[in-house]
């Protein structure tokens, strides 16, 4: 007994000196100044009751798409003509489909889907309109007017659109849903990127290291680029609900993921010839995009009000 009160004293006792390290008004060492920042800003972060909401879900819909194996109770490829269309059950939480096939497990795969289109997307557009943004804004002149003529080309289109022509010439699947969308992507990360790099050139650090003879290329890849990296992580958090609508237009059409893949866009597209008879069908797909894409918009949000440094 006396052992067990010295082991639970101690750990109290780790706790105390951690917490009295993590809130020290002074830090020591360069790590614990950012380890202080990191906890200051979760702190901020878990005061946004929507921030958090969004990010539960968020963190849900990765955990489902990991899981989903063990999660689906049926297979989502097999087809039971005997019980098609079937109303909401214990035995099918969302009922059936026309073929009779689960669409609790469809909606558990059309997760992974989901977020293979989001962060494919995401590693693809961001790191195009993060380089053309800052090289456009650093270098100026005639590469700076040249670079945003594009952009305001893409620009003059909406991004929809921009996706179904793109999906359109490249033909329907999923890998060119995903380079249709990050073609669409990428221009107001570009506009972003630009808009901070003229701020930070004229900067006095970024003077110095041009007296020390660093290249345009390297102030732009060493310098600039990690300084616009925070806005752009905001961005693209806060066009990942748009990219999730996107990504569902596209399979709505026949665009994007083709059947008979678990994609909601594909799914709502074949539940809405019986949405009058069998609602669950549209209803069910439907409410994944919308939850799906209002927790990103909220989790985005919260990133904005914490990693912003205007927003302190």
Avoid at 5 to 31: D, G, I, M
Avoid at 156 to 166: D, K, Q
Avoid at 281 to 301: E, M, Q, R, T
Wanted: charged content about 10%.
């Amino acid at each position: 007994m006396t052992m067990s009160n010295h082991s639970a004293s101690e750990s109290l006792r780790k706790q105390s000196a951690f917490r009295a390290w993590l809130t020290a008004p002074v830090a020591a060492s360069a790590f614990q100044s950012r380890v202080q920042q990191s906890y200051r800003s979760w702190l901020k972060f878990r005061m946004n009751t929507s921030a958090m909401f969004g990010m539960i879900i968020v963190v849900a819909l990765v955990l489902i798409a990991i899981f989903a194996p063990y999660i689906a109770p049926y297979d989502i490829y097999s087809s039971d003509l005997a019980n098609r269309l079937q109303p909401p059950s214990w035995q099918h939480y969302f009922g059936t489909d026309e073929i009779g096939r689960d669409i609790f497990s469809r909606l558990i795969f059309g997760s992974r889907i989901t977020l293979y289109i989001v962060t494919l997307t995401a590693v693809i557009a961001a790191p195009i309109g993060l380089i053309i943004g800052t090289t456009a804004g650093y270098m100026g002149g005639w590469v700076d007017t040249a670079l945003m003529r594009i952009v305001d080309i893409f620009l003059a289109f909406p991004s929809l659109v921009l996706a179904l022509a793109f999906a359109a010439a490249l033909g329907p699947g999923l890998e060119n849903a995903v380079i249709a969308i990050s073609l669409a992507s990428w221009p107001p990360i570009a506009r972003l990127a630009r808009a901070e790099t003229l701020t930070i050139r004229s900067s006095d650090y970024v003077a110095a290291i041009k007296l020390q003879g660093a290249s345009t290329m390297r102030i732009i890849l060493r310098h600039v680029v990690p300084m616009c990296i925070p806005s752009v992580v905001i961005r693209i958090t806060l066009n990942m609900a748009s990219i999730i609508l996107t990504a569902a237009g596209l399979g709505f059409l026949g665009l994007g993921a083709q059947p008979p893949s678990p994609e909601w866009g594909a799914m709502l597209s074949s539940g809405r010839e019986f949405m009058m008879t069998s609602w669950w069908l549209a209803a069910v797909p439907g409410c994944a995009i919308l939850l799906s894409s209002l927790a990103f918009n909220l989790f985005g949000d919260g990133l904005r009000d914490v990693l912003d440094p205007r927003n302190g």
